[in-house]
């Protein structure tokens, strides 16, 4: 028996994920609320948005999506780094332009990736 997960099981898991760090972006637009740093807490709960919305769109589709092509190790990728980023900002929260660059990053994977399904 080996250890390895379909691929419906990866997507799904790479899915919640990325509803994951949507959360975890408004956790961090919260944080910065505390600052007073009113433009980056717009910029991160947009982006916490977006990202829902990509998610959800990609979740519809999760049967058409395949785990072998750039654009989803692309995705992976992008997620794992903002997700590194919120990581790190959580302890210090000078690093909010990495959160919100990733964030950029990653959104812009997920809709090249959604837009493949219009």
Same mark, same amino acid.
């Given at each position: 028996m080996t250890? =390895? #997960?379909s691929p419906i099981e990866q997507i799904e898991r790479q899915l919640s994920k990325l509803e994951s #760090?949507?959360?975890n972006l408004e #956790?961090?637009?919260a944080l910065v609320a505390r600052a007073n740093r009113? $433009? =980056?807490v717009k910029i991160?709960?947009?982006q916490a948005i977006d990202l829902r919305i990509? $998610?959800?769109a990609l979740y519809r589709n999760k049967n058409r999506l395949q785990v072998n092509t750039k654009e989803w190790k692309a995705l992976v990728s992008a997620l794992e780094l903002v997700n590194h980023f919120i990581d790190e900002a959580i302890a210090d929260p000078k690093v909010i332009k990495e959160v919100q660059d990733s964030a950029a990053r990653l959104i812009s994977v997920? #809709?090249?990736l959604a837009s493949s399904f219009s």
């Open positions: 250890n =390895e #997960t #760090t949507a959360t #956790t961090i637009s009113t $433009q =980056e991160l709960a947009d990509k $998610q959800f997920v #809709t090249k």
